[in-house]
T-cell receptor, first 115, second 117 residues
Framework: AQTVTQSQPEMSVQEAETVTLSCTYD???????LFWYKQPPSRQMILVIR??????QNATENRFSVNFQKAAKSFSLKISDSQLGDTAMYFC????????????FGKGTLLTVNP | DTEVTQTPKHLVMGMTNKKSLKCEQH?????MYWYKQKAKKPPELMFV???????INESVPSRFSPECPNSSLLNLHLHALQPEDSALYLC????????????????FGPGTRLTVT
């Protein structure tokens, strides 16, 4: 069984500051993929960043970067220079590399960026 | 075009009504998904279509009936729903990966907000 845990139900940050969202996961598989999805109040789920478990290098997409600690099964998301538009629910998700197409989501972290 | 579209945006239906949700993508993706999402909760997978064939049904009640008429279109037919079925219904799609199965990334539509009265 696969599990994803986001221990921070809500967080807030001031505009232009940096914030880190935590995610831990558990899987017995060696081939898997991790994702962060963002869901703003408009409700459209947007893929922010992904990480292949076999890659040691942490993924980066503009102001978003991850800290992937495979041994610790940790996958945190860092948002630099936070913007008001970053206000959203953030979901960490895991997908096994096999034929199971299912994404396992964490419960989400509601991030509020304050002006 | 990197968009998944869903219609309608909002739907209110009675428990005896029959209605349909529509999802469309023109990215050439051959895997499509239906999710149900309750407020402040993560999405829950309902169905997966791969090459227009149903490959996963997550034990969804028969009052929900999916259909994939072609590679770009996914429908969800609704009949005799219950008030607890009120939720946001999300559609997603994936390109196919090198191994022949769906790629690992899923691209979501904006959802249909369904209210059952």
């Amino acid at each position: 069984a696969q599990t994803v845990t986001q221990s921070q139900p809500e967080m807030s940050v001031q505009e232009a500051e940096t914030v880190t969202l935590s995610c831990t996961y558990d899987t017995s598989e060696s081939n898997y993929y991790l994702f962060w999805y963002k869901q703003p109040p408009s409700r459209q789920m947007i893929l922010v960043i992904r990480q292949e478990a076999y890659k040691q290098q942490n993924a980066t997409e503009n102001r978003f970067s991850v800290n992937f600690q495979k041994a610790a099964k940790s996958f945190s998301l860092k948002i630099s220079d936070s913007q008001l538009g970053d206000t959203a629910m953030y979901f960490c998700a895991l997908r096994w590399g096999g034929s199971n197409y299912k994404l396992t989501f964490g419960k989400g972290t509601l991030l509020t960026v304050n002006p | 075009d990197t968009e998944v579209t869903q219609t309608p945006k909002h739907l209110v239906m009675g428990m005896t009504n029959k209605k349909s949700l529509k999802c469309e993508q023109h990215m050439g993706h051959r895997a499509m998904y239906w999710y149900k999402q309750k407020a402040k909760k993560p999405p829950e997978l309902m169905f997966v279509y791969s090459y227009e064939k149903l490959s996963i049904n997550e034990s969804v009640p028969s009052r929900f009936s999916p259909e994939c008429p072609n590679s770009s279109l996914l429908n969800l037919h609704l009949h005799a729903l219950q008030p607890e079925d009120s939720a946001l219904y999300l559609c997603a799609s994936s390109p196919m990966g090198l191994a022949g199965g769906p790629s690992y990334e899923q691209y979501f539509g904006p959802g249909t907000r369904l209210t059952v009265t």
